[in-house]
């Protein structure tokens, strides 16, 4: 069964720091780019950053850019988001997807698999 399952979420104050982990099962994510995406309530779906499958190419978005850092451990079958000096602004619902696309893209309509979602929460 094909599975991703996103962990390391929390509620933490601001300024705090949290590593999220996407941990794939049922397939290799050798071959497979990989987004971050986040869902606050009453909006939409944002990417906010994606990974090549060799980890050769990334992308964060401006909102995060400078603060979030993504990499991958293909050995542990595992993606990570650093997520540095949190903001109330980033909570939200994050989300790892899959895709295996040939060009890198933080689009979700072009990812396949999804995780089902860690909560994080930054307050005072």
């Known amino acids: 069964q094909v599975q991703l399952v996103e962990s390391g979420g929390g509620l933490v104050q601001p300024g705090d720091s949290l590593r999220l982990s996407c941990v794939a099962s049922?397939?290799?994510?050798?071959?497979?780019?990989i987004g971050w995406f986040r869902q606050a309530p009453g909006k939409e779906r944002e990417g906010i950053s994606c990974i090549s499958s060799s980890g050769a190419n990334t992308y964060l978005a401006p909102s995060v850019k400078g603060r979030f850092t993504i990499s991958r451990d293909n050995s542990k079958n595992t993606v990570y988001l650093r997520m540095n000096k949190l903001k109330p602004e980033d909570t939200a619902i994050y989300y790892c997807?899959?895709?295996?696309?040939?060009?890198?893209?933080?689009?979700?309509?072009?990812?396949?698999?999804w995780g089902q979602g860690t909560q994080v929460t930054v307050s005072s």
């Open positions: 049922g397939f290799t994510l050798d071959y497979y780019d």
């Open positions: 997807a899959a895709t295996q696309k040939s060009y890198l893209t933080i689009r979700p309509g072009a990812y396949e698999y």
